[in-house]
């Protein structure tokens, strides 16, 4: 099994992690604990999870899992709102840690920072971070890191806060041009990194015989994004959510294919995207610079994206409201509406993509 040293922890943790938002309903809850399990005897000893997860049940059922399995040979992700106040996060942390059925959280996230203020608010007195800290003073977690979706220039003043070990964010091959160099910027900083949305919230997979991520490449869609972030040498842990035998092993089977690759290699991959999407935006931002409306164009044009791919209004709806309430747009006024169709951005665009059409079209849909 592959492992790296998760950057200031000095923990050695596997290169591929099970995500715990994955266990629905209709699957019997035995099963969730016997795959849990299973995937531990395969080598994987990061496993993520979060509170909220599958109606406030995934903890519990890792927990359940872990009675059987050997606390030297895995490591618990989990983490706390950080709008949360200090008295109140170390009651969500007291809760995960019986749910969990472990003495200590290895990696504890503040969690879900979609915005540079909800970062300023949640180190004030009182508030969530004063509350993880006290947490670790007691010995009730080990290491505190924090998940974000925010762009690369906010997340280098997450790293450069000193407050972090480590640090999660989404990261894909459809959509890495958002966080690419704050992920570097961390790596290069010795904070450990952690990638979720490897499958871009499940499209590529949904999508994959349709969907090319290199031209001319040999390997399903599915096979080139996952290897995309379990190659790239900024990465520790790439999360994937799996809830059935059939896909731990068949990531297993790619995550054993994987051989981390230099800076000058990954550049190459990233070339190689940009070539082969000629009618999905590449996220580059270019469009952005001379828009005089601010609009986040790029954001809505991976919106676009998940049209072109799944053709079904609902899913690109979902897409829509969740970048709005959780995602790149989050707190943003600025619709397609707004747009005047002064063509700066196609002028700017290294696709030559007819993106005032595409907002237009956004604006008449969404």
């Known amino acids: 099994m592959k492992f790296s040293t998760f950057g200031k922890t000095n923990k050695r943790v596997s290169w591929l992690g099970m995500g715990g938002m994955r266990f629905e309903k209709e ?49 618990v992700a989990t983490k706390g709102d950080n709008r949360k106040s200090a008295i109140d996060i ?5 809760r995960s840690l019986k749910r969990l059925n472990i003495q200590e959280i290895d990696f504890y996230f503040l969690w879900c920072i979609i915005s540079r203020d909800e970062f300023i608010k949640s180190k ?21 890191g924090v998940s974000t979706h925010v762009y690369s220039d906010d997340i280098k003043e997450l790293v450069d806060s000193d407050m972090f070990e480590f640090i999660m964010m989404p990261y894909n091959a459809l959509n890495f041009k958002q966080q690419e160099l704050g992920l570097r ?8 990194t952690v990638v979720m949305n490897p499958m871009y919230g499940g499209v590529i997979p949904l999508y994959n015989n349709q969907l090319e991520i290199y031209s001319n490449s040999n390997n399903e869609a599915l096979e080139d994004a996952l290897l995309f972030c379990l190659e790239s040498p900024y990465i520790h842990v790439t999360l994937s959510g799996m809830n059935n035998r059939e896909q731990v092993s068949q990531n297993v089977e790619i995550f054993r294919k994987a051989q ?10 990233e070339h190689r995207i940009e070539s082969g999407m000629t009618d999905l935006c590449t996220s580059c931002g270019y469009c952005l610079r001379h ?18 791919l799944s053709g079904s209004l609902e899913v ?3 897409r829509y409201n969740w970048y709005h309430q959780f995602g790149p747009l989050y707190g943003n006024k600025k619709y397609p509406s707004d747009c005047t169709e002064c063509l700066a951005c196609e002028e700017e665009c290294t696709q030559y993509l007819k993106i005032t059409d595409r907002l237009k079209w956004l604006d008449e849909n969404m």
Request: with cysteine; proline share 3%.
């Open 27 to 75: 699957i019997p809850e035995k099963d969730c604990i016997a795959l849990i399990r299973h995937t531990n005897e395969l080598g994987i000893n990061y496993f993520d999870t979060a509170p909220v997860y599958n109606e406030d049940r995934s903890e519990g059922i890792y927990g359940r899992a872990f009675k059987e399995m050997d606390r030297d040979h895995f490591f």
């Open 316 to 318: 690109t709806k979902e």
């Open 185 to 192: 910027h961390a790596s290069d900083k010795n904070l450990g």
């Open 260 to 269: 981390k690759i230099t800076e000058k290699e990954q550049i190459r991959k």
């Open 124 to 144: 004030m007195k009182g508030r969530s971070l004063e509350g993880i800290i006290r947490a670790k003073q007691r010995g009730l977690i080990r290491h505190i």
């Open 90 to 94: 170390e009651k969500t942390i007291e």
């Open 291 to 308: 828009c005089p409306e601010n609009i986040n164009i790029k954001a809505y044009m991976e919106i676009y994206n998940t049209w072109q």
